[in-house]
């Protein structure tokens, strides 16, 4: 059981480049939480997913930022334009099923990626 | 590989009791740990641990890190209902490496 996946685990993008990360959850863990991590701070939620269901977004940007959670495959966080202040390490977690925040069943998180734009 | 094991995986206790959490890990090149607590949607940051020996406290949560055994833990001391949630150790090496966390429960 490989855990939760995160690739790439360094990604720089220039200036207005699109940036893909990508998340395969633990095996059997149909649900998928997207954070941010700017330096100096904590872990901002993003976003959380169900397979191919958008859950509560409240914490991703209007714009430029969108997430998917596929039938198959693993999530994409998508960053279009990417701008220097979207310089930070971004992590997922996954877990089985959802009961309250966090899950009953506890997260498992990947180890990130790191977004460096220059 | 870095590893980050936490224990207990739970932990059932009643309003004023004492806890102690443990973190312990493998890290090829230590940088920091960091402790978080989660009861809603996103962990907040509760400490950052550098230097062994040196207890970090922030009202009744203490925390102290030893890094010749290679292991944390976070002390809460007269336990209130709102310390339940749950608790988070990260290795910061270059990468974060989360543990799986302890689940408190604090019963009135």
């Known amino acids: 059981n490989a855990g939760v996946m995160q690739n790439p685990r360094h990604l720089v993008r220039r200036r207005g480049q699109e940036a893909r990360l990508r998340c395969s959850p633990m095996k059997g863990h149909s649900h998928v939480y997207w954070y941010r991590q700017l330096p100096e701070e904590g872990l901002k939620f993003m976003v959380y997913?169900?397979?191919?269901?958008?859950?509560?977004e409240s914490g991703m940007p209007k714009e430029r930022f969108s997430a998917e959670f596929p039938k198959e495959g693993p999530s994409i966080l998508r960053i279009q334009q990417v701008v220097r202040g979207d310089s930070a390490a971004y992590f997922c977690a996954s877990s089985p099923r959802l009961q309250g925040f966090p899950s009953n069943y506890g997260y498992t998180f990947g180890s990130g990626t790191r977004l460096t734009v220059v | 590989e870095d590893k980050v094991v936490q224990s207990p995986l739970s932990l059932v206790v009643h309003e004023g009791d004492t806890v102690t959490l443990n973190c312990s890990y493998e890290v090829t090149n230590f940088r920091s740990l960091l402790w978080y607590k989660q009861e809603k949607k996103a962990p907040t940051f509760l400490f950052m641990l550098t230097s062994s020996g040196i207890e970090k406290k922030s009202g009744r949560l203490s925390s102290i890190l030893d890094k010749k055994e290679l292991f944390s833990i976070l002390n809460i001391t007269a336990t209130q209902t709102g310390d339940s949630a749950v608790y988070l150790c990260?290795?910061?090496?270059?990468?974060?490496?989360f543990g799986a966390g302890t689940r408190l429960t604090v019963k009135p």
């Open positions: 990260a290795l910061n090496n270059n990468d974060m490496r």
């Open positions: 997913l169900q397979k191919e269901n958008i859950i509560d």
